[in-house]
């Protein structure tokens, strides 16, 4: 057996040598993303362990993939949403993700990015890059658990967020399609216009769908707080770019913690001269209301080994069983 992994960070590779190791599995380590110009690098093997913004190619791809005899896409993260799913099916390829290798390390992201916005750091540093080293009122920021956070989506990640948030004393309001029983002691249900119109931070754990591109756009900012901090850990189509950066820059939200643009695939991992950066990256970045980190939620050494290990894993599993 031999499975051919993409898109491999040096920070990656001792769990992957490790894993082959010990399960005497031969596992091509390739730097680049997948795609129709790098899948001739998968010859021989049974599957692909995949982790990347960008989509995976178009129908001739998936084609191709199923005639080198390429079973399994063997996702090592929990969005799927770059992979053609119905294309897959067509062409008899399984797919496997990876729905929960450290849910608390993108919560605490989250977090981290809230409370920075909420304490106002970026705001004190632009002020004191100025000389500005006076207290000023506008700049007065509130307590935690003085305030109501907002969660949408309540899954694996949402529920560590609410957690973490619970335990600091804020009152956590979530809007959620299913009722999840344990989860009833940190949060209180209820609807998405009430999570938009009371949530002090709204916090984003949906997938990305058809039905949830774009559902923070001009309609719902104009109903949040001005106080109101937007946090969004999980993907970038969820918000409505431009209707964000009118938001921030009317005053109709206080701040943003991104660690997901819509546009990242454009960027994200890659090493990019300034001036070639896209023009909304560039004014967000520019707001000392904003944080943007490049996808890196997940980066802590608990994620990348779970990642690794799991993605693994469901291919193992699915051959062994075959065979």
Request: net charge positive; charged share 20%.
């Amino acid at each position: 057996m031999k499975i051919a992994a993409y898109s491999v960070v040096p920070a990656e590779k001792p769990y992957f040598k490790r894993w082959s190791k010990e399960h005497q599995v031969e596992v091509k380590l390739i730097a680049a993303p997948l795609s129709q110009a790098t899948l001739d690098e998968a010859a021989g093997c049974v599957g692909v362990c995949v982790q990347q913004p960008s989509a995976l190619g178009d129908a001739a791809f998936y084609r191709r993939f199923a005639q080198m005899g390429l079973k399994y896409i063997g996702v090592r993260s929990a969005g799927i949403d770059f992979v053609d799913l119905a294309a897959c099916q067509k062409n008899g390829i399984k797919v496997t993700n990876v729905p929960a290798y450290s849910p608390r390390a993108i919560a605490e992201m989250g977090l981290t990015q809230a409370l920075a916005l909420l304490r106002r750091l970026g705001e004190y540093r632009a002020e004191m890059a100025q000389g500005k080293f006076s207290l000023n009122p506008r700049l007065i920021s509130n307590e935690i658990y003085k305030l109501t956070v907002g969660l949408i989506g309540l899954g694996h990640i949402g529920g560590e967020t609410a957690r973490l948030y619970r335990a600091l004393g804020a009152r956590v309001i979530a809007y959620n399609r299913s009722h999840k029983i344990q989860y009833e002691s940190v949060v209180e249900y209820t609807d998405f216009a009430t999570v938009i119109a009371q949530s002090d931070i709204i916090s984003l754990h949906t997938p990305l769908t058809p039905a949830t591109n774009g559902m923070i756009g001009e309609e719902e900012f104009r109903k949040m707080k001005d106080s109101a901090i937007l946090i969004n850990m999980s993907r970038g189509g969820l918000v409505d770019t431009p209707a964000l950066i009118t938001a921030l820059q009317h005053g109709q939200i206080a701040g943003a913690g991104l660690d997901t643009l819509a546009n990242e695939a454009e960027f994200f991992r890659k090493d990019v001269p300034v001036d070639q950066l896209p023009a909304d990256y560039q004014t967000l970045a520019a707001m000392p209301n904003v944080i943007i980190t490049p996808h890196i939620a997940f980066y802590t050494a608990t994620a990348v080994k779970n990642m690794v290990n799991i993605g693994l894993d469901n291919i193992y599993r699915q051959e062994i069983k075959k065979n």
